[in-house]
């Protein structure tokens, strides 16, 4: 069993940043990809990044490639979304999730936990 809790959403003007933290409990954090996903009002949720176990691969969306960072800390049982040139679009609740595949997915369906979500609101 893993539980998972994510801080460091908030309010943020358009064109700032923002450093999702995931942390989770249990020893086998470390054998688990994780993956960030979000969802704004009205939409459904969309996945945003992953990262392998060991943290030597990852996987965007192509709507935050290039501006959004996945890592991971497996001492310290915690996954991070470094966020940058964010945009209005990217208002959502962001979710963390732990999953066993072998590699980074987008597939929902391959996360077996999830936390409750951190909201992230971006201001124009």
């Known amino acids: 069993q893993v539980q998972l809790v994510e801080s460091g959403g908030g309010l943020v003007q358009a064109g700032g940043s923002l450093r999702l933290s995931c942390a989770a409990s249990g020893r086998t954090f470390s054998s688990y990809a994780m993956g960030w996903f979000r969802q704004a009002p009205g939409n459904e949720r969309e996945f945003v990044a992953s990262i392998k176990w060991s943290g030597s691969s990852t996987y965007y969306a192509d709507s935050v490639k290039g501006r959004f960072t996945i890592s991971r800390d497996n001492a310290k049982n915690t996954v991070y979304l470094q966020m940058n040139s964010l945009k209005p679009e990217d208002t959502a609740v962001y979710y963390c999730?732990?999953?066993?595949?072998?590699?980074?997915?987008?597939?929902?369906?391959?996360?077996?936990?999830w936390g409750q979500g951190t909201q992230v609101t971006v201001s124009s």
């Open positions: 999730a732990a999953g066993g595949s072998r590699r980074p997915t987008e597939i929902e369906g391959l996360y077996d936990y």
